[in-house]
């Protein structure tokens, strides 16, 4: 019924700069929070950053003064601009969003996760 599709992955070498973008689809009726997570190989998955739908934002320590979480609620679409990129951020960037479906006259809050998109940062 909803989904949500990341893009803009890909290879960087450190100090650079990528752009994820995260697109929810389906009976949508709300978005509440969205945000990206990551997942590096052998560790846990870790919040990176988080922004509401009135755009009050959380981050990660390490990616505060690099990292940037925006989102177009007309689009249904959140963003991460990530610059100065080092080797420790690389992992599978997953997006994630609270999503309010209407069922009837029952309003539903999902959370619903992308398939993930693999960020490298090369030394």
Known sequence: QVHVVESGGGLVQAGGSLRL????SGSIFNINAMGWYRQATGKERELVATITSSGNTNYQDS????????????????????NRLKPEDTAVYYCNA?????????????????????VTVSS
């Not at 990616?63 to 601009?81: E, G, H, M, P, W």
């Not at 999503?99 to 693999?118: A, S, Y």
């Open 98 to 118: 609270e999503v309010e479906i209407l069922q009837g006259d029952i309003l539903r809050t999902l959370e619903v996760w992308g398939q993930g998109t693999l």
């Open 63 to 82: 990616v505060k003064d690099r990292f940037t979480i925006s989102r177009d609620n007309a689009k249904n679409t959140v963003y991460l601009q990530m």
């Open 21 to 24: 973008s995260c697109a929810a």
